[in-house]
């Protein structure tokens, strides 16, 4: 009887046209103040039939009418969702000033359902959008009174995911979100937050999509997922009172930032499961490219036809779904290349067995037309040298040193002929000795680091001389000099960030303020004090990733192995997440890695 007047209470509340700003999930919205000339005023709901509460629901040929103060139309039909969702979307109309909702085939029995409008209606003629609104009704004798909150965001930038599908699942095998609609959903507003009210006592598993095929079901080729590791229980009982329930402004940042949230989901996008060769790409008469639908492609031998073995030079990305290729054989190469690869392949039914593969890599016309005859007859000096790149970034020359990349594997290298000098601030030139590292990534990528600590006001120094390397095409280099100095902008500063409590691998980053771009990168064992100079005047976050398998990389996860995503930190400053470097500062940071990854 206590429940039934609550909806009763509700029900009166909508018709009185109470609360303008914050809504229960059983109210509505009311018109504001008037003033203006224009029409600023959302439409608001005048009378519901039946009202919210409605037991013994039919279970076919029913519908639910909302009366509004004026003349509404559907801007998105799809932001109307019901929970539990059907095979088929709730049908919606317009008829006079009234939404009326039916339903395509047959509601379950004994079932309490919510119907979220969701901003899905507007006013017909300014287009003032109607806020929202929650409407339970129930086919049997009762309306289910538990609720669940939480937030969806990101897994690897942790910003909230808008427009996800929650879902909570009675049948908790892992099979089920693949094969069934769930029990209960909702989906995220602004805020990655959700709410599921009006549910069961009862164990559940939970789940959050984004549902790409919008409907309601995994697709893992489509969507990215999230999940809760352990079967959940709803704790809180539905009230008109709590805040949790109420229809926010989503530009209440106070409201929408106070609101009890019980569960964090990680959105992330799991691997394929399926292996096999998806493209193919010829770049040039001596290279070409494969990728693979999944990563760690596992290949047992690979050759091309009518070449040795060993004059194949390939390399693998670091997730091990792409291939590059490249032939050190001087003869002129075929207009078609046949690849032949041996690999592991995921056949008809789900295994991964072993199989030879015939790829033809065929030249594509405009890449033939640049190696053809007449192309040779007017030759630039570029198309008959070995061509490289050498880079020093001056705010990252003393991390990265001199970065040197060749567009094709050498064949012939003389490192020992590098020349690495510099000037002091009175013009005396010094030499030293420079240490060579081959990019474990990328064997066309050399990292050259002089022995000598960089000094502000000093020149440095490396050249290149001529035949120096030679490349898989039998061409030589050319001679070339880089020059670079520490930058002098005096209102530049100095982040030192004393890390501790490092028990394993982790990966620190260091963003921008909009946290697009990494401007430093280190990865770290062990405690140590990390230097992030010539930082401009601005605000920055710190984003740390926990690599838990020690491949220098932010792994995801996986739903059938119940693994999540490999946990990623921002760290905290005070109460922002940002650090706010001024000018001409050095600023020392202390960071407790135990801590910040302890568990919640």
């Known amino acids: ?149 939480g937030t969806v965001l990101d897994c690897n930038t942790l910003s909230p995911i808008k427009g996800a599908t929650v879902m909570l699942y009675k049948d908790h095998s892992d099979s089920a ?50 999940f809760v590791d352990s079967l959940i229980r709803p704790e809180w009982i539905v009230n008109d009172s709590i805040p949790e329930l109420l229809k926010y402004d989503m530009t209440d940042t106070l409201g929408c930032r106070e609101r009890r949230s019980q569960y964090e989901l990680k959105l992330f996008r799991e691997h394929p499961s399926k292996q096999y060769i998806v493209n193919k790409v010829r770049m040039s008469p001596r290279s070409a490219y494969i990728t693979f639908m999944a990563p760690d492609a596992w290949i047992d031998s690979l050759w091309f036809g009518g070449y040795p073995a060993d004059r194949v030079i390939s390399q693998f990305n670091i997730q091990q779904d792409s291939l590059e290729l490249w032939l050190n054989d001087r003869r002129p190469a075929p207009d078609t290349l046949h690849l032949f690869v041996n690999y592991r392949k995921t056949d008809s039914l789900g295994i991964m067995k072993p199989e030879l593969e015939h790829i033809k890599l065929v030249m594509d016309p405009e890449v033939r037309k640049n190696y053809s005859r007449s192309r040779r007859r007017n030759l630039k000096h570029e198309d008959t040298i070995c061509v490289f790149s050498l880079k020093a970034e001056p705010e990252k020359v003393e991390q990265d040193g001199f970065v040197m990349e060749f567009n094709y594997p050498i064949i012939y290298e003389n490192f020992d002929s590098l020349k690495f000098r510099y000037i002091n601030p009175k013009q005396k030139e010094f030499t030293d000795k420079v240490s060579i590292e081959r990019d474990s990534l990328n064997l066309r990528r050399y990292i050259i680091r002089p022995k000598v600590k960089f000094q502000p006001g000093f020149e440095y120094f490396l050249k290149v001389p001529y035949r120096s390397f030679q490349d898989i095409n039998g061409f030589w280099c050319d001679s070339t000099e880089v020059k670079v100095t520490l930058p002098t902008d005096e209102s530049l500063s100095t982040l030192n960030a004393n890390i501790t409590g490092v028990d394993r691998k982790f990966i620190v980053d260091l963003l921008d303020e909009k946290r697009a771009n990494v401007l430093r990168s280190y990865i770290i064992e062990s405690d140590c004090t990390l230097v992030f100079p010539y930082l401009k005047e601005g605000k920055y976050s710190i984003r740390i990733a926990d690599d838990g398998n020690r491949n220098s990389i932010v792994d995801t996860g996986d739903l059938l192995q119940h693994r999540q995503p490999e946990p990623v930190r921002f760290v905290k400053f005070g109460d922002s997440e940002y650090l706010d470097i001024i000018k001409s500062a050095e600023v020392d940071q202390t960071i407790n890695l135990a801590e910040l990854f302890a568990k919640e």
């Open 1 to 149: 009887m206590k429940n039934k007047n609550c909806y009763i209470a509700l029900a009166a509340a909508v018709l009185a046209l109470l609360s303008p700003v914050l809504v229960p999930s059983c109210a509505n919205t009311t018109e504001a103040p008037k003033g203006g000339p224009k029409d600023t005023i959302p439409p608001y709901i005048v009378n519901i039939h039946p009202l919210p509460g409605a037991t013994s629901f039919p279970l076919e040929g029913g519908k639910i009418v909302f009366d509004f103060n004026e003349y509404v139309t559907i801007k998105t039909a799809s932001d109307i969702f019901l929970s539990p969702p059907m095979e088929k979307k709730p049908k919606s109309k317009i008829s006079g000033k009234s939404l009326v909702i039916s339903f395509d085939g047959a509601l379950k029995p004994n079932t309490t359902y919510t119907l979220n409008l969701n901003g899905a209606i507007a006013d017909n003629r300014e287009g003032n959008r109607f806020p929202g609104f929650t409407y339970v009704f129930s086919t049997g004798m009762k309306i289910d009174s538990m609720f669940v909150t």
């Open 177 to 226: 979100i693949f094969l069934s609609r769930p029990y209960a959903a909702g989906i995220t507003d602004d805020w990655g937050y959700f709410v599921l009210p009006y549910i069961q006592d009862t164990l559940y598993r939970m789940y959050a999509i984004r549902d790409a095929g919008n409907d309601n079901v995994y697709s893992p080729d489509a969507d990215r997922v999230a």
